[in-house]
């Protein structure tokens, strides 16, 4: 019986985008783990949780909350692919102590493997492509010939999944505060594109949103692709109001990062012309930084300090 079942939890890792109920809880330096495993949406594929809470977090104190994406990469290079993480409990535990930052628990949502870009490519800029395009777009390969994408884009429902299944059962078990000024939105790459759309769609969410190394083509090809055209129009109508939300931008200059260049400052015209300032609105550049959860974690003070900044 016990090999059968060993068998039977093998092959549901072969499948795709499924998320291992027995998946190692990251191991941290600073603060706690709280893990949901394999959280139940009625949206999107079940995935891991991982709920870091500062040392010293006690119920009787209202703390921020930072959800950020691709989960497995936050606190622990042991259990993830490449061996590598952003060092999350570390840099925040400081900022904090420092009182440089607010106090805040950080939500690390996992993604969903195979099915990471229908999670994260922002859905309503595609609407609009013709089915030549769409097709061109959901052919797209990477370097290693494998497609990019799994299955359509369907990221409005993994923001339907953040703000109506995931956020109240954070809000309902741990003493955070709940408004839009308290919570925030973080991601690299294509987690920084889900994280931009996130705060678009979602104003009366998500306050402030760090966007690094922003995916911007949303594939791996910049020649003639039509998606960045489109998520700047998008972008044109839906920014948040710059009087009650923050937003942060940055990229590096070498390996996948050198995409970014051509991209970001249109980005930035368009916050500036819907009245964004230095003072809601940060996009830095990092020269000769990569594409790299090393490079991420080196400049993670930056989006932090700016976005719960005291």
Known sequence: MK?????????????????????????????TIIRVDSFHSNYVTARNIDIWLPPGYSETEKYDVLYMHDGQ????STINWNHSEWQVDETVTRLISKNK?????VVGIWNS??????????????????????????????????????????????????TEELK??????????????????????????????????YPDVFGAAACLSTHWPGVFATLNNPFPEAMMHYLETHVPDPQTHRIYFDHGTATLDSLYGAYQPLADRIFTKSGYSKNN???????????SEKAWAARLEYPLVFLLGK
């Open 101 to 105: 930052i607010r106090p805040c628990i």
């Open 168 to 201: 109240p059962y954070i809000d309902n078990h741990f003493s955070v505060y709940t408004d839009p000024a308290h919570t925030m939105i973080a991601g690299s790459s294509m987690g920084g594109l889900i994280s931009l759309y996130a705060i678009c769609e």
């Open 3 to 31: 090999r059968i079942i060993f068998f039977l939890c093998f092959l549901l890792l072969l499948i795709p985008g499924h998320v291992s109920v027995f998946a190692q809880v990251p191991v941290v330096n600073t603060g």
């Open 281 to 291: 609105r940060l996009s830095l550049v990092f020269p000769g930084e990569n594409h």
């Open 113 to 162: 493997g195979l099915l990471r870009h229908s999670d994260y490519c922002p859905q309503k800029p595609i609407q609009g492509f013709t089915p030549a395009e769409k097709d061109s777009f959901y052919n797209s390969t990477r370097v290693t010939a494998n497609r990019v994408f799994s299955d359509t884009v369907y990221s409005d429902k993994y923001l339907l999944f953040l």
């Open 73 to 76: 990469m936050l606190f622990d």
